[in-house]
Each structure stands twice: as C-alpha cells, then as structure tokens.
C-alpha cells in the first residue's frame, strides 16, 4: 500500500484546527501520515500540534518554525522535512479543511492510476453533483486571478490555486529546492518550475487537475485585504523571473 504525508500549514490556527476531524482520520486511514508546520504562530498553535502529536507520535509530526514564512515557506518547510522520508506521494491541504480530507483518497487514486503524472491538483469547478461553496465576491475574484495566471503560464490551468495539491514524492527535493517568491502564489511557481523542467507542452503529460467533490471556503481567511494590491507585483516578479519558460 502506498504511503502518504500531508503537510498542512498552521498560521494562528489553535481555535479554527479541526484536531478531532484529523485524529479520527488518522484511527481509520492506515496509510496516511501529517506534517503540520506551525508558521511562528503567536498563538496556542504549538501546543495544540504537540498534544496531537503525543496522540500518534509515529504518524503526526508537529515541525516548528521560528518565525513566521508565510505559507509558500511553510508548505516548502515541511515538503523539505518529509522528502527524504520513505512516503510515496506528499502533499498539502488548508488546516481550515475546506478540501475536506477524503479527497486524499481521490487524489492518490490519480496519481496511482497514472504512473506518467507528478501532480495532481484539487480544482474547485462548481458543477451539479458536486458541493463547491464559496462567496459570490471570492468566486469571481478567483476565477479572475486563475485566469489571468492560466494565460501567464500559458497552460489551460483552471485553478491553479486551489489548496490541495498532491506530488509523486520523487520529484519533491527538486521542485521545493529553492524559496518561493510570493507566500501565496508559489502554486504558479511550481508550475512554471514543472514547466521549465519538461518544456511546454511536455509539462501537460505530467500534471493534472482533478474535480473537488467538496470545498468549504471558511469565512476568516488569514489573507490580509492589502495582499490583493501586493499581489500584483508578486505575479509580475514571477512573470519577468520565469519569462523564458
Ligand atoms: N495567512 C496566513 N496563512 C498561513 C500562513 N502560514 C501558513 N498559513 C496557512 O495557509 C492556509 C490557508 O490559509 P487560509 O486563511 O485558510 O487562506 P484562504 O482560505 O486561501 O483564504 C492555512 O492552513 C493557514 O494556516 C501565514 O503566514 N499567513
Ligand atoms: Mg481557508
């Protein structure tokens, strides 16, 4: 049976972490491990991770960082951490669990079915027979964003934003290598990175997106409202820094 770790990034998170939801899923779903990072929370985030950590101390690891990253630096903490471990596929959700954690399931069928894929990314298509809640306001505006990204990339990427995304381990070292430039943009970085490394369109065989069958938004997001204005410059550094791909 194949091995997988989640990372899940924690930034402030000991009142809005689901602890109860995750050791339950951990008491029924053998192959599945977590890393949670705490992102120099200032809060009780690490006590929190610590004392789920005690509960499953060979499945739950608690890895904690000093100050606070981000979640691009965050995601890639942990990524780095669990690469050289003997899983076969890592990955990373929300703590707030708007991907609820079945679709680790889904997302690992995909990338066992098709040895040739890297990644798989969760895409939030709002379609009937699937439960994809969001705001009207954040809708439009991501719908906006992954738009302009998909077009900067210039791959026909539908979400490349979506916070759950799932890598056949191998690949991993390489890909978090290097620091991000935007803390909440690094999916386009990872992107333009797989791009770089198999060219485009060879970059079409070994990435796929694959339809949420539920998302969640919770309502306080920790994303400032000044980060949408700043957002801007990041995708353009990102732009100029990967225009040769
Ligand atoms: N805002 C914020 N979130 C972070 C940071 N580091 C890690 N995270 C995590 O990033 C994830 C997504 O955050 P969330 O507020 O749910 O963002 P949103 O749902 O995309 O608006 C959560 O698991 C956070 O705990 C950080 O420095 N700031
Ligand atoms: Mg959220």
């Given at each position: 049976m194949s091995s997988v770790c989640i990372i899940i990034p924690c930034y402030n998170e000991a009142t809005r972490l689901p602890s109860d939801i995750f050791l339950a899923y951990i008491s029924q779903n053998a192959t599945v491990n977590f890393c949670f990072v705490d992102d120099?929370?200032?809060?009780?985030?690490?006590?929190?991770l610590e004392t789920m950590q005690t509960r499953y101390p060979n499945r739950i690891e608690a890895l904690?960082?000093?100050?606070?990253?981000?979640?691009a630096g965050a995601v890639r903490a942990g990524m780095l951490h669990c690469a050289g471990q003997a899983f076969d596929y890592l990955g990373f959700l929300d703590a707030d669990l708007a991907t609820p954690l079945d679709a680790i399931a889904s997302l690992t069928a995909v990338l066992e079915a098709n040895p040739e894929l890297d990644?798989?990314?969760g895409s939030?298509?709002?379609?009937?027979?699937?439960?994809?809640q969001r705001t009207l306001f954040r809708h439009y505006?991501?719908?906006?964003?992954?738009?302009i990204i998909s077009n900067i990339l210039k791959l026909p990427v539908y979400d490349s934003q979506c916070g759950a995304k799932l890598f056949r381990a191998a690949i991993v070292m390489n890909l978090f290598q290097e620091s991000f430039i935007s803390p909440w943009l690094f999916d386009v970085e990872l992107l333009a990175r797989l791009s770089q490394k198999y060219g485009r369109p060879g970059v079409l065989k070994h990435v796929a997106e694959h339809p949420l069958r539920q998302w969640i938004e919770q309502s306080d997001s920790r994303i400032s409202s000044g980060y949408m204005f700043r957002m801007w410059y990041e995708l353009y550094r990102i732009q100029q820094?990967?225009?040769?791909v």
């Open positions: 120099g929370s200032t809060d009780q985030t690490r006590t929190v904690i960082l000093a100050k606070n990253l981000g979640k990644l798989v990314m939030r298509i709002k379609f009937l027979g699937v439960d994809i505006t991501g719908r906006i964003i992954a738009t820094k990967y225009r040769n």
